[in-house]
C-alpha cells in the first residue's frame, strides 16, 4: 500500500543532452525518454521513433546530470500534530525541491504513528500533496514509550516500509530484543537512534572543549557508542537488519565496520550536517546548529568521509527537521534539536565529490540506489520499465543558500549563506514534472 503519485493524463517527455548516471547500470552521455510514467529508453541515439503528431515534452541537460530520483530513509513532516512546522504538503514539496522522490517519515507525531489509522492519513495527506512519494515509518512502542510494542503487523499491513522509535530510543533491551523479532517476521528493518538517554540527560551539544568553553551541557560520544553496540548485538542475536539512523562519532563507525565484517545485517547512514560541519558552529550559542546527535569534532568529521568512502556508511539522509523560528530562538539550552535538510543535501554531498571522497556516482548511490534497495521500495533505478522518478541537476551552478527561498515550511539551517555548488533543476516523480528551477 505505497503511495504511487502521478497525474491523470501522462505527458511523453524526452531529456536530452545530458549525462545519464544510474548507479551500477549506466554511466554516460544519453538521452532519456518517459511515457505513461515509466523509463521507456535510455541511450543515444534513441531507437524509439517519436512522430511530429505527438505532445512532446523536451528537456534540454546539456552539461547537467540526470539520475534516480533521491531517496530519503529519514525525514520529519511533521503531521499531524505540528503543522505549524510543516505539513506533508510543505515537506514534500521541499524533498521535490532538493531532488527527493521518496521519502521516508519519522513516527513522531501527535499521535505517534503506532497505528493503522495514523498510518492512513499520512498516506491520504501524502496522495492529496501528490508531489513526492511518502513511505511511513511506524512505531516500534506504543506512543513510542518505549514500553509495550506497537502493532507492528497492522502498521506493516497499512503501509509502514520500516519500525523506529526515533527520538526516543528504546531503552529496554528486551523489548528491543522482541521487536526486532516481530520485524524480521514482518520483513521490515528496524531503525535506532542510537542513544544512551541517561548519558545525554541535559545535554544540548557535544561534550568536550567547545561545550566546556561556552557552559553548555554536553552528550558524550559514549552515549551513542554503547548504543550502537547494543543493537549490534541484538542484531547478531535476532538476524534482523537493523537500521543505525545519523551516525556521528569515529566509535560508531569502526563498530558498524567491524560488524559488517562478520556479516551482520547492519546498515548505517550519515547527514549531510554532520560530515560538513564541527562543534565549531555552536559557538556564538547558535541554536540552528543545535541537533541530536550533535555536531562532533574534525576527528569524527573525517571518519564520517571514510566510513562513506570504504562502504561503511550505506547511504546519506537527511534528518530533515523543522522548527518554527520562535522555537529556534530560544535561548540554546531551551532551543529544539534539528535542522531542515533536504534542499542543501545535494550540494553539501558534492563537496564530498570535490574533496575526493566520493566520486558522482558513489554520491548518487548514497542518495538514491542504496537507500531504495535497503528499504526495498520500487525506487532509485532508472532502468527500462522504472517508475520515471528521476532528477536532473546542474553539478557545476554556484549559488548562495538562502534559507528564505526554502519551500519548506521552516528556515532552521546552520549554512545559510554558503556559497555552494550543485543545483536541481528539475524534478519527475511517476513521469510527471513536480519542480522545476525558476
Known sequence: MTRQPGPTRFETILIRG???????????????????GKIIEVGRPLQTVLTESQDVRTIDATGWVIAPGFVDLHCHLREPGFEYKETIQTGSASAVAGGFTAICCMPNTQPVNDNESVTEFILNKAREADTARVFPIGAITKKSMGEELAEIGELVGAGCVAISDDGRPVMNSLVMRRAMEYAKAFGVPVVDHCEDLHLSCGGSMNEGIVSTELGIPGIPHASEEVMVARNLSLAHLTGVHV???????????ELVRQAKKQGLPVSGEVCPHHFSVTEEAVRGYNSNAKMNPPLRTDLDVQALKDGLKDGTIDVIATDHAPHAAQEKQLEFDSAPFGIVGFETALPLTLRLVEEGVLSLEQAIDKLATSPAKLFQLPVGSLRIGQEADVVIFDPKEEWV?????FRSKSRNTPFGGWKVKGRVKHTLVGGRLVYEDR
Open 243 to 253: 537500521h543505525l539512523a545519523h551516525l556521528s562519532t569515529a566509535r560508531s563507525v
Open 401 to 405: 543558500i538562502d534559507p528564505v527561498q
Open 18 to 36: 545530458g549525462t545519464v548516471i544510474d548507479p551500477g547500470h549506466f554511466n554516460g552521455p544519453a538521452d532519456v525518454l518517459v511515457q505513461e
